[in-house]
């Protein structure tokens, strides 16, 4: 066989799909598994959600694409909903989590420009974070293993520590515009930022005339038990990004701003061909109907401590093979005393699916729809497959 014309950019793991219904996917030979990695936390409403489907089948019917040439009814609704729902009052929409940074990244930076101060542009991000793949989101994050090889870095990101108060004060300067932060790290081990310190952000953010912006590509849209994570800490930021489970599994993404925040995107000085097409729209309006529902957002959060109370029984039964169970709602973390991928390995074995991330951590990310049975479920096959690799390493030593 000749080799694969595909870019060589995953190390995809030897399985393909062909359907899947709610938290369960199967393979073309029928082989089933239980699904919480849910597209890395893009399922939201898990795979074939008759709502979703029913809204995309719909408008497919009717119109795909336009551009931003002509008004978009689906947009304006969609924007006037996530603004009723948030902190936000200006919505721009894009395909991805990575062009709603670069969104956020260039209205900051446009904000102190306008304000008479256009050498306000450099943002302050912590380490561990993801942010994206492009040249910028790269930047921003500031991991080694994303940039090697891609030339100079971004000018305008200042990485410090996480956590860490006494660098992000150095960190500030004359020329920063703002102060960027993933309420929950995802890809960088599902840490949560205290909520104590996620107000000192915004008290710092006043205090200095900076921008708070937020990525919740990973924590948003009902992930975490609140529509957003920031909640639980009780502040609002200046710009958010969304993206992920806002689609439901349909590329699209969009960048939240106050008004004032907003103020220097004015014609002509961003754009997007794709960004809040008709097909996006429908579907994003078609997760909100569901997300925004009577008890949707409690009952993720009795679903994310069931499934943490679980994790820790296994835990304390296997802690040669888990360390903790880390995170909030059902954006989970098992921080692993082996090495994860052994544990993921283990759990695809068992037909379950989850998603490794950094500081030795698997990630759970279930669809929001997922039921306490399927919670138990899980927890059955996650120790199962921690027996088996206690057993492995018992044997190997």
Request: proline share 5%.
């Amino acid at each position: 066989m000749r080799e694969s014309a595909l870019y060589g950019t995953y190390a995809r793991q030897p399985l393909a799909f062909e359907r899947g219904e709610g938290c369960w996917i199967e393979t073309a030979d029928g082989e089933r598994y239980l699904d919480f990695a849910a597209g890395i936390a893009v399922n939201s409403l898990g795979h074939a959600h008759p709502h979703l489907v029913e809204a995309l089948t719909e408008q497919a019917g009717k119109l795909w694409h336009v551009s931003n040439v002509y008004e978009i009814p689906g947009q304006a609704r969609l924007g006037e909903r996530l603004a009723e729902s948030s902190f936000a009052e200006k919505v721009f929409f894009t395909n991805s989590g990575a062009e709603a940074l670069e969104c956020a990244i260039k209205t900051a930076r446009r904000y102190h420009h306008v304000n008479g101060q256009p050498e306000r542009i450099r943002i302050i991000t912590f380490e561990g974070a993801f942010h994206g793949r492009t040249l910028a989101t790269i930047a921003a994050g500031g991991q080694a293993k994303y940039l090697e090889g891609f030339g100079p870095k971004v000018e305008g990101f200042d990485q410090v520590p996480f956590g860490d108060e006494e660098a992000l004060l150095k960190a500030i300067g004359p020329e920063t515009a703002a102060i960027l932060v993933e309420p929950i790290q995802g890809e960088g081990g599902v840490r949560p930022v205290p909520n104590a310190f996620m107000r000192r952000l915004r008290e710092l953010c006043d205090r200095h005339g900076l921008l708070l912006i937020l990525d919740e590509v990973q924590s948003g849209v009902g992930r975490t038990g609140k529509l957003f994570a920031h909640e639980w800490a009780e502040i609002t930021p200046d710009l958010m990004a969304v993206a992920k489970g806002i689609g439901g599994g349909f590329p699209l993404g969009a960048c939240l701003a106050t008004a004032e925040a907003a103020k220097g995107m004015t014609p002509g000085t961003h754009g997007t061909t794709f960004g809040g097409n008709p097909l996006a729209m429908a579907v994003g309006n078609a997760v909100l109907d569901v997300v925004l529902e009577d008890g949707f957002l409690e009952n993720i959060a009795a679903r994310g401590l069931q499934l943490k109370q679980g994790l820790a029984a296994v835990a304390d039964e296997f802690p040669d093979v888990i360390e903790g169970i880390r995170g909030e709602g059902l954006m989970i973390g098992i921080k692993c005393k082996v090495q994860n991928l052994r544990l993921l390995e283990a759990l695809r074995d068992q037909k379950m699916l989850v998603v490794p991330a950094g500081d030795n951590v698997l990630r759970l990310l279930p669809p929001l729809i997922v039921t306490e049975d399927e919670i138990r479920e899980a927890v059955k096959r996650i120790h199962d497959a921690a027996a088996a690799v206690n057993a492995t390493e018992k044997a190997d030593a």
